[in-house]
């Protein structure tokens, strides 16, 4: 029989790293993949040496993991503090994203990921936070509740900001279609 996520977590707390690795492999697809998009500036390196700190923290302290969230927005919580972290440490050389580029994580569900170019081009006009919004909902399926606590922001925050970076889009794709006729 299949253990819950919260069964496997209690046994993580207890120490038990086969239960931790089962997170581990469960998450850092997701996890990586919203790095990618947040942190566009950096590297594929940059981008998975925060995904293992964000892990290696989420390890360290799990006792503290209360289940008032889920696993995922505490561990995306995480991540994100990680990102901020460095952002405010170090001013990194911006670094164009790669349009065709391939993840090394194998993900059963790809098709879903298959930006076309321009809307990444339009994805990445927008502001870190608005991006992490748009992502965080539209791709990951979070609740508002949960981005603001990810992101700590208020709920309402969340609501607004995908509103208008929905309309942003809308208005830039609808743009760059009547530039295509």
């Excluded at 253990?3 to 239960?19: D, F, H, L, T, V």
């Excluded at 919580?77 to 090394?104: G, Q």
């Excluded at 076309?116 to 339009?122: D, G, H, L, R």
Aim: hydrophobic share 40%; charged share 35%; proline share 0%.
């Amino acid at each position: 029989m299949k253990m819950s996520e919260k069964e496997i977590i209690e046994k993580a707390k207890k120490g038990n790293n086969k239960a931790f690795s089962e997170l581990y492999k469960t998450h850092v697809t997701r996890l990586y993949r919203f790095m990618k998009q947040c942190g566009s500036r950096y590297s594929n390196d940059e981008i998975e040496d925060i995904v293992q700190r964000a892990f290696v923290k989420a390890f360290t302290k799990i006792d503290t993991f209360e289940h008032t969230s889920s696993f995922s927005t505490w561990l995306f919580r995480i991540a994100m503090n990680e990102l901020r972290s460095d952002m405010r440490r170090v001013s990194l050389v911006t670094l164009e994203a790669i349009a065709d580029e391939i993840y090394d994580y194998e993900d059963e569900h790809a098709d879903e990921f298959v930006w076309n170019m321009a809307m990444k081009e339009m994805l990445n006009e927008l502001s870190d936070i608005k991006k992490s919004v748009f992502i965080l909902y539209e791709v990951e399926g979070y609740s508002h509740a949960e981005i603001g606590h990810i992101l700590g922001m208020e709920e309402s925050s969340s609501r607004s900001l995908l509103a208008r970076t929905k309309q942003f889009l809308r208005k830039r794709w609808i743009l760059s279609k009547e530039i295509d006729l």
